[in-house]
């Protein structure tokens, strides 16, 4: 029941919206597909939060959602924007990767 309930909230704090968490990346698709298989498998995040986008230049992003990730052609992974709160209260009712607290 506690689960249900905390998907539920999941949901509210996302203010409904399908893909929350944005991954951007410049040129690399594989290991933009591989950075939102982390999230997936070791966090157990829903697929459908997450989306994938290719852009020119991680620098050129304006758009802000809960959390904008960036993959440059360097293979550099810029952090844009992130929602502390959502990370904290939303983002809690999945697991955290093996090893970690």
């Given at each position: 029941?506690?689960?249900?309930?905390?998907?539920?909230?999941?949901f509210?704090?996302i203010?409904?919206r399908?893909?929350?968490?944005h991954?951007?990346?410049e040129s690399?698709?594989?290991f933009?597909?591989?950075?939102?298989?982390?999230?997936t498998?070791e966090?157990?995040?829903?697929?459908e939060?997450?989306?994938l986008?290719?852009?020119?230049?991680?620098?050129?992003?304006?758009?802000k959602?809960?959390?904008?990730?960036?993959?440059?052609?360097?293979?550099?992974?810029?952090?844009v924007?992130?929602?502390?709160?959502?990370?904290?209260e939303?983002?809690?009712?999945?697991?955290?990767?093996?090893g970690?607290?």
């Amino acid at each position: 029941m506690r689960f249900a309930i905390s998907f539920v909230v999941l949901f509210i704090a996302i203010d409904l919206r399908a893909d929350p968490i944005h991954i951007y990346y410049e040129s690399d698709s594989n290991f933009a597909h591989e950075i939102k298989n982390i999230f997936t498998r070791e966090y157990s995040l829903p697929e459908e939060i997450i989306s994938l986008k290719k852009i020119n230049f991680c620098k050129e992003i304006r758009e802000k959602s809960k959390l904008d990730i960036c993959l440059n052609e360097n293979g550099d992974l810029q952090v844009v924007s992130v929602d502390q709160r959502f990370i904290s209260e939303s983002l809690k009712v999945f697991k955290a990767p093996k090893g970690h607290l």
